[in-house]
C-alpha cells in the first residue's frame, strides 16, 4: 500500500478483490479535492486523508502524482483545442470609405442605439456608424451631406451629466471617409426634439449655410456657415416651423395656418428677407405631413387625405401648383390612406413617385404601410403597387438563419406570413441613380428590406438594421 493511505478493513479487501471490481470516472469537486490532495504534502493542518467510498460502491485506483499531472495538462490542452475558433480582429485599424459613396448606400437613424448608420444595399452589410449627442437623449438624428461627399454635418444636443446638467448644441463637422470629427460649431441650446425628425434642418442648395430648426416653443432658425465653421445668426420665424432647402441663400417653412415662410440669406448668413406667402393648404380640413420630397426644385407635400401640393422654390418665392390626388373614388372607399413616419419617396430621373399606404380610418397618418403605390409624376396616374413583406415572418426567418437552421428559416419565410397579420413599414426611400432600390424600414420588428424600385421584387434583407429606426437618408 502507498504512504499516505489509511488502512482499513475496506482498503484491504478492495485491495484483494481489485481484479474484480470496475472502476468508474471520479468527477467534479471530488476530481479537484483528490488532485490538491495528492499533490499537497501529507503533513501539516491542511492534509486532511481522502476519504473513500461506501464499500458497496466503486472507483479508481489511485494515481500517481506524475499521472495526474499527465491528465491536467491533458484536459488543458483538449479545452484549448474546443475553445479554438476565428481569430480576433485587428483592433485600432482606421479604413476609409471611397472617395464618392455607392450608388445603393444609405443612412439610418436610430434613437435607442443613439447613431446613424451607413448600409450598402448591394451587400446587405453595415459599413459604419456616427454616434449622435448624449446617449439616452433626443429624437432627432438627422445628417446633412455636402454637395461634394466630403463631409458630414451632424446637429448634435450634449449634456454635461449624461441626461441633465448644462447643455449644449452643437453642428459636428465629419470627414465623410473616416468619419473622423474635424470641427464642432456651437449653436444656441435651442434645437427642437421630436419623432421621427422629419425637416428637423437642412443644407442650402449651394452647401455652404446649414439651417437647424429650434423649438422651446418659441420657434426660430439657427444658420450655420459651415465652411468658414462659425454661427452666424438665429433668425425668429413665429408661428412657422420646421425646414426645407429651397436655393443656394433660401429655406422654407411651413405656417401655422397653411402658409409657407421663405427665409432669404445674404453671403453672411444674415437674413436679408423673411416673407409669409399665402396659405396653400387648409391645416383646419386637411392639413399636410411634414414628410415631403423634392425632385429638382419642386418640393411635394402630401395631406392626411392624400392630397398632393406641390411646391416650386425655384424663385424668390414659392409658386404653388395644381393639387392632385392619390387615392381614387374606390380607394377612399376602402380607406386606403398615405401614413407612416416617412410615407414618400422619389426617383428624379425617372419621374415615379412612392407614397407608402395603409387601409385605415381618419387620423391615422402614422400607422405603418402595407402597400407601396407607385405613380408617374407626369401623368399623375398610378402605375404599379408593391406589397410590403412581413416584417414579422421576416424577421423570425433571419433569427432561423443565422442560427445555422435554413430549412426551418426557409419553411417559416412560406408558412409565417399565411397566418401571422403583416404590421407593415414605417419607412421607404429610394437611390438616385440608374438602376435604384427601394429601401423599406420597419420598427418592430427591426427590419430591413432590400426591393427593385422598378420591379418591386425583393432582392434581400439586411441583417442587425439595428433596434429603433427613425429616419432614412441618401447621402
Not at 459636428?172 to 421630436?194: F, H, K, N, S, W
Not at 418592430?444 to 432582392?459: K, Y
Amino acid at each position: 500500500m502507498k504512504p499516505g493511505w489509511r488502512s482499513t478493513r475496506w482498503t484491504r479487501r478492495l485491495k484483494r478483490s481489485s481484479k474484480s471490481i470496475s472502476w468508474p470516472r471520479v468527477t467534479g469537486m471530488r476530481l479537484v479535492t483528490t488532485i490538491m490532495v495528492r499533490l499537497l504534502p501529507r503533513s501539516g493542518p491542511w492534509y486532511r486523508a481522502p476519504r473513500f467510498l461506501h464499500p458497496d460502491a466503486t472507483m479508481r485506483p489511485p494515481r500517481t502524482r506524475r499521472a495526474w499531472l499527465r491528465a491536467i495538462l491533458l484536459c488543458l490542452a483538449a479545452s484549448g483545442v474546443a475553445g479554438a475558433g476565428p481569430q480576433p480582429e485587428t483592433v485600432g485599424k482606421v479604413v476609409a470609405l471611397p472617395a464618392r459613396p455607392g450608388p445603393h448606400w444609405f443612412w439610418l437613424s436610430d434613437i435607442l442605439l443613439h447613431r446613424t448608420a451607413l448600409f450598402d444595399a448591394d451587400a446587405g452589410e453595415l459599413l459604419a456608424t456616427l454616434s449622435s449627442g448624449s446617449g439616452g437623449v433626443g429624437f432627432v438624428i438627422a445628417p446633412l451631406f455636402a454637395p461634394d461627399h466630403r463631409e458630414v454635418y451632424l446637429a448634435e444636443t450634449y449634456y454635461s451629466r449624461g441626461v441633465r446638467g448644462e447643455r449644449t448644441d452643437v453642428v459636428t463637422v465629419y470627414d465623410a471617409a473616416t468619419l473622423q470629427p474635424l470641427d464642432e460649431i456651437g449653436i444656441p441650446p435651442r434645437r427642437a426634439e421630436y419623432f421621427p425628425g422629419n425637416a428637423a434642418n437642412a443644407l442650402s442648395d449651394d452647401g455652404r449655410f446649414a439651417a437647424v430648426f429650434n423649438l422651446t416653443p418659441v420657434t426660430s432658425l439657427s444658420i450655420v456657415d459651415v465652411k468658414s465653421r462659425r454661427f452666424t445668426t438665429e433668425v425668429s420665424t413665429p408661428g412657422c416651423s420646421l425646414v426645407y432647402a429651397a436655393g443656394p441663400r433660401r429655406f422654407l417653412m411651413l405656417c401655422a395656418n397653411g402658409a409657407a415662410l421663405t427665409v432669404a440669406l445674404d453671403d453672411t448668413g444674415h437674413e436679408t428677407r423673411v416673407e409669409r406667402s399665402e396659405p396653400f393648404f387648409d391645416p383646419q380640413k386637411d392639413p399636410v405631413t411634414e414628410k415631403a420630397v423634392r425632385r429638382g426644385s419642386e418640393w411635394l407635400f402630401v395631406s392626411f387625405e392624400g392630397v398632393v401640393h406641390p411646391v416650386d422654390v425655384a424663385g424668390d418665392t414659392p409658386r404653388f401648383g395644381e393639387t392632385w390626388s392619390l387615392v381614387g373614388d374606390a380607394d377612399r372607399r376602402a380607406a386606403w390612406r398615405v401614413g407612416g413616419g416617412q410615407h414618400l419617396a422619389v426617383h428624379a430621373a425617372s419621374g415615379r413617385l412612392y407614397a407608402l399606404m395603409h387601409q385605415g380610418g381618419p387620423d391615422t397618418h402614422k400607422e405603418a404601410g402595407t402597400e407601396v403605390w407607385v405613380y408617374d409624376l407626369a401623368t399623375r396616374r398610378r402605375v404599379q403597387r408593391i406589397p410590403v413583406p412581413n416584417p414579422l415572418a421576416g424577421f423570425v426567418g433571419q433569427q432561423l438563419a443565422a442560427s445555422g437552421r435554413g430549412r426551418m428559416a426557409r419553411f417559416t419565410g412560406w408558412f409565417l406570413p399565411k397566418v401571422l397579420p403583416n404590421p407593415g413599414v414605417e419607412r421607404i426611400l429610394v437611390t438616385q441613380d440608374d438602376h435604384p432600390v427601394l429601401v423599406m424600414s420597419a420598427s418592430l420588428p427591426p427590419t430591413l428590406t432590400i426591393h427593385d424600385a422598378m420591379t418591386g421584387a425583393v432582392v434581400r434583407q439586411v441583417s442587425e438594421p439595428g433596434l429603433a429606426a427613425s429616419l432614412l437618408f441618401a447621402p
